[in-house]
């Protein structure tokens, strides 16, 4: 079974910048998408963006020009860096990944457990 965790999370001022990372353990046959989501308090769970195998990237568009996802296949890691950071950015941050089953046998997804961001104003 495949296990993310994410870190990098904390407290920062607005205008300024972080750096998310979601780590991936655990046996698998391959991971297609990654992608960064975001919980606010009192909000649903958003998608920020997300990254496919190729590495090609996608965004929201409340963090389109200030965000960056990146990945490393050959460690199955995944970055997140934002910039301009703004209040509303505030959430916890989780990180998803499309693992693929034995051949044939489809994928599941599995989230990691969330690290937090605020944004001080």
């Known amino acids: 079974q495949v296990q993310l965790v994410e870190s990098g999370g904390g407290l920062v001022q607005a205008g300024g910048s972080l750096t998310l990372s979601c780590t991936t353990s655990?046996?698998?046959?391959?991971?297609?998408?990654m992608s960064w989501h975001r919980e606010a308090p009192g909000e649903r769970r958003e998608l920020v963006g997300s990254?496919?195998?190729?590495?090609?990237?996608e965004y929201a568009d409340s963090v389109e020009g200030r965000a960056t996802i990146s990945r490393d296949n050959a460690r199955n890691t995944m970055i997140l860096q934002m910039t301009s950071l703004k209040a509303e950015d505030t959430a916890v941050y989780y990180c998803?990944?499309?693992?693929?089953?034995?051949w044939g046998m489809g994928t599941y997804y599995v989230w990691g457990q969330g690290t937090q961001v605020t944004v001080s104003s």
């Open positions: 998803r990944a499309n693992v693929f089953r034995e």
């Open positions: 655990g046996s698998h046959f391959g991971i297609g998408e």
């Open positions: 990254i496919d195998r190729g590495g090609k990237p």
